[in-house]
């Protein structure tokens, strides 16, 4: 018998907590990486900007995870403490991604 996995059913609170604390405060491990958009028409970036990366540890985690911040330009550096206000999760085709609303630095 196959196991049956769930859909993606979007980005959740209640799954980013099952990998990390949520309310708890976070390391910035990486520097901050700022995505451009991309036009799958023309197949090419169209140098707008459309949202920041950062890998972030946190203690306890048993590895770092990357989150995406869409609504900040992020000015973080590197082992700085933050807080990520609303952060949630999504499983795609098994793989676990993050996003947050707003970083808060501590």
Avoid: W
């Amino acid at each position: 018998m196959k196991k049956k996995f769930n859909k993606n059913t979007g980005y959740t609170t209640m799954l980013a907590t099952k990998y990390v604390d949520v309310e708890n405060e976070f390391v910035v491990v990486s520097d901050v990486e700022e995505v451009e958009k991309y036009d799958s028409v023309s197949n090419s970036y169209t140098g707008e900007y459309s949202h920041s990366t950062v890998y972030v540890a946190q203690e306890g985690a048993p590895q770092p995870i990357k989150i995406k911040v869409v609504n900040d330009k992020l000015k973080l550096d590197f082992l700085q403490k933050i807080k990520l206000i609303n952060l949630e999760a999504c499983e795609v085709n098994k793989m676990i991604y993050f996003r947050a609303e707003k970083v808060e630095v501590i």
